[in-house]
T-cell receptor, first 113, second 110 residues
């Protein structure tokens, strides 16, 4: 069965621009989470959505936002990009039951120049 | 905030040897996960540990969880080159948030 699909795989943006990343979870999965991975900070939680509701948000500025659609697909948006936003952004999904771990997508590599 | 510490950060071991990676965490949780990441790739789920005393094994890897000690271990038996990767543990809080360890970069030398 298809895994978690993230698009695009790579992005290069200029400081001050905004970007939207997309995530299609595994079919039937209702919980979607986003993580940022950088060499300096490691893996950090951004937010988690379940049935179109944001249930939890990590310690990131308001420039980072997201949403989930009725088909469980999710997007995250970063506005006014900064150089420090360069990272691998990972989306993960699971059925919604906390007895399952998350399955991660391949990620979107964002480079801000 | 939940803190997760992994050690060692770097591990270089010879093929055929055994070793253990440790994952300590600061707050009570009974949900711990192990992931593997190859360079430039995403995270691959290895183990899901959901109760005190849980032990899971897959091939040359075995993971265990001691919730009272707030400790999980990932034991590698008779390492082979294919196991070279970065291994992460992650602890889940009640808010469905995963807190990841810093990762252990494992290199298996022939």
């Amino acid at each position: 069965k298809a895994g978690v699909t993230q698009t695009p795989r790579y992005l290069i943006k200029t400081r001050g621009q905004q970007v939207t990343l997309s995530c299609s979870p595994i079919s039937g999965h209702r919980s979607v989470s986003w993580y940022q991975q950088t060499p300096g900070q490691g893996l950090q939680f951004l937010f988690e959505y379940f049935s179109e509701t944001q249930r939890n948000k990590g310690n990131f500025p308001g420039r980072f936002s997201g949403r989930q659609f009725s088909n469980s697909r999710s997007e995250m948006n970063v506005s006014t990009l900064e150089l420090g936003d360069s990272a691998l952004y990972l989306c993960a999904s699971r059925p919604g039951d906390r007895y399952y771990g998350y399955t991660f997508g391949s990620g979107t590599r964002l480079t801000v120049v | 905030e939940l803190k997760v510490e992994q050690n060692p950060l770097f591990l270089s071991m010879q093929e055929g040897k055994n070793y253990t990676i440790y994952c300590n965490y600061s707050t009570t949780s009974d949900r711990l996960y192990w992931y593997r990441q190859d360079p430039g790739k995403s995270l691959e789920s290895l183990f899901v540990l959901l109760s005190n005393g849980a032990v899971k094994q897959e091939g040359r890897l075995m993971a265990s969880l001691d919730t009272k000690a707030r400790l999980s271990t990932l034991h590698i038996t008779a390492a082979v080159h294919d196991l070279s990767a970065t291994y992460f543990c992650a602890v889940e809080n009640t808010g469905n948030q995963f807190y990841f360890g810093t990762g252990t970069s494992l290199t298996v030398i022939p």
